[in-house]
């Protein structure tokens, strides 16, 4: 069945440091791919998207790419924030279209200390 | 703010007891979804239900039954509780995003502890 590994965490950072947060996924067609953040007592923000091979998504300085080679979504910031401490969460939605479910990871909580 | 509503914030019950989470879709969202976050299995999708009629089916107890209602408002019932129920329980709406993409909007969540 479909499934999202991540990167086992707490990561804690400096800030201005980079970051990147593993994930691969296992999927049987041509999932979409997301990455979703928790910030503290709320509830799951989309960061970004990505929706064929080679995509990349892309906000608020975050990054990602969908690689169907080695079925991989890896986060990337290049110079984090403190306010980017929160739980990064990467999820997989079977249908393309994204109109299924969404299949996710464990989360990793990433802290940044100044 | 994503435009889903999600009511009580808080819910303590006892054991054996049944409760009903509420929620409200983005205005014009017509498919809701619920999940359950728990510190030992995570985030879990439970069920889907489009425009009034149910969609798909995770790992949804048969103690639980949700439904949609003509206003696409949703409700989870949660019945004879027991004390691994406790967890937070989202609501999520799906809008149409770029690229024909249906994205996943979250409600604030509900949190439910069962004593």
């Known amino acids: 069945g479909d499934s999202v590994t991540q990167m086992e965490g707490p990561v804690t950072l400096s800030e201005e440091a980079f970051l990147t947060i593993n994930c691969t996924y296992t999927?049987?067609?041509?999932?979409?791919l997301f990455w979703y953040v928790q910030y503290p007592g709320e509830g799951l923000q989309l960061l970004l998207k990505?929706?064929?091979?080679?995509d990349k998504g892309s906000n608020k300085g975050f990054e990602a790419t969908y690689r169907k080679e080695t079925t991989s979504f890896h986060l990337e910031k290049g110079s984090v924030q403190v306010s980017d401490s929160a739980v990064y969460f990467c999820a997989l939605s079977e249908d393309q279209t994204g109109a299924n479910n969404l299949f996710f990871g464990t989360g990793t909580r990433l802290t940044v200390i100044p | 703010d994503s435009g889903v509503t999600q009511t009580p914030k808080h819910l303590i019950t006892a054991t054996g007891q049944r409760v009903t989470l509420r929620c409200s879709p983005r205005?014009?969202?017509?498919?809701v979804y619920w999940y359950q976050q728990s510190l030992d299995q995570g985030l879990q999708f439970l069920i889907q239900y489009y425009n009034g009629e149910e969609r798909a089916k995770g790992n949804i107890l048969e103690r639980f039954s949700a439904q949609q209602f003509p206003d696409l408002h949703s409700e989870l019932n949660l019945s004879s509780l027991e004390l691994g129920d406790s967890a937070l329980y989202f609501c999520?709406?799906?809008?149409?995003?770029?690229?024909?993409?249906?994205?996943?909007?979250f409600g604030p969540g509900t949190r439910l502890t069962v004593t």
């Open positions: 999520a709406s799906s809008a149409r995003g770029g690229q024909g993409s249906y994205e996943q909007y």
């Open positions: 999927a049987t067609g041509y999932p979409s």
């Open positions: 205005s014009g969202d017509l498919s």
């Open positions: 990505a929706t064929k091979a080679d």
